[in-house]
């Protein structure tokens, strides 16, 4: 089993939808957890970061982090092309000094 | 610039060769990470750099690949020997004292091996 999970995609959405990307870990003891954007051809941009179980919301992106479960999502609101990119999930595990990377979930958003 | 810098944004080289990336990470992060990224996967760490001291390495980091943070600054990735499954994006991050604080990513260096 990876360390972190994605369904790669890709997943296509209408303007103006809610773009729904989704994430597995595998380490119970992982405390810190974010989300990435990457544009194709770019390095990856920090979005989101959460760290308590429930949702965190910021501007039209929100985060949820189920720990029970081990899942973290991410929803973007109002879809627009713009976010057309590849979404990374990335995890701090227990006694990790590193963020281990899912393979990413490319997103298309059609007008 | 406050953001993290690399350096070249793209290297072509022969088989056998050696190269060596530079990084500059924001100034008063401490620590300083490089990955490696192929196309269709997530960056996979390569090593970290906690001020001027290498802390841990990946499996993934041969004996061909060395790093260095010699004064607790800029940073520098060598392969030596280059191979053509080298070819890949190197990554640059850097964070203000721990991973959980979350990565600033530079812009990356794009490998291609002929």
């Known amino acids: 089993q990876k360390e972190v999970e994605q369904n790669s995609g890709p997943l296509s959405v209408p303007e103006g939808a809610i773009a729904s990307l989704n994430c597995t870990y595998s380490d119970r003891g992982s405390q810190s957890f974010f989300w990435y954007r990457q544009y194709s051809g770019k390095s990856p941009e920090l979005i989101m970061s959460?760290?308590?179980?429930g949702d965190k919301e910021d501007g039209r992106f929100t985060a949820q982090l189920n720990k029970a479960s081990q899942y973290v999502s991410l929803l973007i609101r109002d879809s627009q092309p713009s976010d057309s990119a590849t979404y990374l999930c990335a995890v701090v595990m227990a006694g990790a000094n590193n963020l281990f990377f899912g393979t990413g979930t490319r997103l298309t958003v059609i007008p | 610039d406050t953001g993290v810098s690399q350096d070249p944004r793209h290297k072509i080289t022969k088989r056998g060769q050696n190269v060596t990336f530079r990084c500059d990470p924001i100034?008063?992060?401490?620590?300083l990470y490089w990955y490696r990224q192929t196309l269709g996967q997530g960056p996979e760490f390569l090593t970290y750099?906690?001020?001027?001291?290498?802390?841990?390495k990946s499996r993934l980091l041969s004996d061909r690949f060395s790093a260095e943070r010699p004064k607790g600054s800029f940073s520098t990735l060598e392969i030596q020997r280059t191979e053509q499954g080298d070819s890949a994006m190197y990554l640059c991050?850097?964070?203000?004292?721990?991973?959980?604080?979350?990565?600033?990513f530079g812009s990356g260096t794009r490998l291609t091996v002929v």
């Open positions: 100034s008063e992060h401490n620590r």
């Open positions: 750099f906690q001020n001027e001291a290498q802390l841990e």
């Open positions: 959460i760290y308590s179980n």
């Open positions: 991050a850097s964070s203000l004292a721990r991973a959980a604080d979350g990565y600033t």
